[in-house]
């Protein structure tokens, strides 16, 4: 198996875990701190990483349109992670994960229109499933 494929199923795995964890930690404070208290552990987590990894020095060889993209990105994840949640703290978490999960084909739609990443069959057919299983949770 390639090692993307497996740093994926880690990533999937640990974000299941992020959201269950967050709805119980979210219990008498507000979304918007807990989000800061996860956000200020991650901060120190990626700090160090990159520190002990000696990763800082890569700084050289950023340019200009990848810290413009970096910071865009960052604030794109900000700005998701706020409303995911205000989303989890008034609703169910598997119904919030779920939504915010068909981000894949938002994500799909970008990659081969700006990336120019191959639409296939299979991945065509697997984002109209996320759609419909999305609107299988939010149809009242």
Same mark, same amino acid.
């Given at each position: 198996?390639?090692?993307?494929?497996?740093?994926?199923?880690?990533?999937?795995?640990?974000?299941?875990?992020?959201?269950?964890?967050?709805?119980?930690?979210?219990?008498?404070?507000?979304?918007?701190?807990?989000?800061?208290?996860?956000?200020?552990?991650?901060?120190?987590?990626?700090?160090?990483?990159?520190?002990?990894?000696?990763?800082?020095?890569?700084?050289?060889?950023?340019?200009?349109?990848?810290?413009?993209?970096?910071?865009?990105?960052?604030?794109?994840?900000?700005?998701?992670?706020?409303?995911?949640?205000?989303?989890?703290?008034?609703?169910?978490?598997?119904?919030?994960?779920? %939504?915010?999960?068909?981000?894949?084909?938002?994500?799909?739609?970008?990659?081969?229109?700006?990336?120019?990443?191959?639409?296939?069959?299979? %991945? %065509?057919?697997?984002?109209?499933?996320?759609?419909?299983?999305?609107?299988?949770?939010?149809?009242?």
């Amino acid at each position: 198996m390639q090692t993307w494929i497996i740093y994926a199923i880690i990533s999937m795995i640990f974000a299941g875990l992020t959201s269950v964890l967050a709805k119980y930690g979210l219990q008498n404070i507000s979304a918007d701190f807990g989000l800061g208290i996860r956000t200020t552990v991650i901060f120190v987590i990626i700090t160090a990483v990159n520190l002990v990894g000696a990763k800082y020095k890569e700084f050289a060889n950023l340019t200009t349109l990848q810290v413009t993209l970096l910071i865009a990105s960052g604030i794109t994840t900000t700005l998701s992670w706020i409303f995911y949640y205000r989303a989890m703290k008034d609703g169910l978490v598997s119904y919030v994960a779920a %939504i915010d999960k068909a981000s894949i084909i938002i994500t799909l739609l970008l990659s081969f229109f700006l990336l120019k990443e191959p639409m296939t069959p299979k %991945i %065509i057919v697997g984002a109209s499933l996320i759609f419909m299983g999305m609107i299988v949770l939010i149809w009242k």
